[in-house]
């Protein structure tokens, strides 16, 4: 089992950034890939970031593509979505989830084997 802990959330103006962290425990951190979903509400979940365990390869959703940055300390057992240049269109609750093996990445949901219960993130206009 792996737990996952997202943080970081919060209101936030249009234009500025925030970072959101999630540790994760349970299971040995490098041997996943992880990845970052949103959902707004009466939305599908949609895909953010993914990256896999070496932290060398990185995929993102159309939406976020050079704004959001997603990265991972395997030493602290956290991976990070560093969101900048936010909109009003970003808000949403984020959820971290990990799956394996480490070394694919995915941008499905139903690729992920844990998830987080997520934080959310408003982007005032």
């Known amino acids: 089992q792996v737990q996952l802990v997202e943080s970081g959330g919060g209101l936030v103006q249009a234009g500025n950034s925030l970072r959101l962290s999630c540790a994760a425990s349970?299971?040995?951190?490098?041997?996943?890939?992880m990845g970052w979903f949103r959902q707004a509400p009466g939305k599908a979940r949609e895909f953010v970031a993914a990256?896999?365990?070496?932290?060398?390869?990185?995929r993102y959703g159309d939406s976020v593509l050079g704004r959001f940055t997603i990265s991972r300390d395997n030493a602290k057992n956290t991976v990070y979505l560093q969101m900048n240049s936010l909109k009003p269109s970003d808000t949403a609750t984020y959820y971290c989830?990990?799956?394996?093996?480490?070394?694919?990445?995915?941008?499905?949901?139903?690729?992920?084997?844990?998830w987080g219960q997520g934080t959310q993130v408003t982007v005032s206009s």
């Open positions: 990256v896999k365990w070496s932290g060398d390869s990185v």
């Open positions: 989830a990990a799956r394996t093996p480490g070394h694919l990445l995915a941008s499905k949901e139903s690729e992920y084997d844990y």
């Open positions: 349970g299971r040995t951190f490098s041997n996943l890939a």
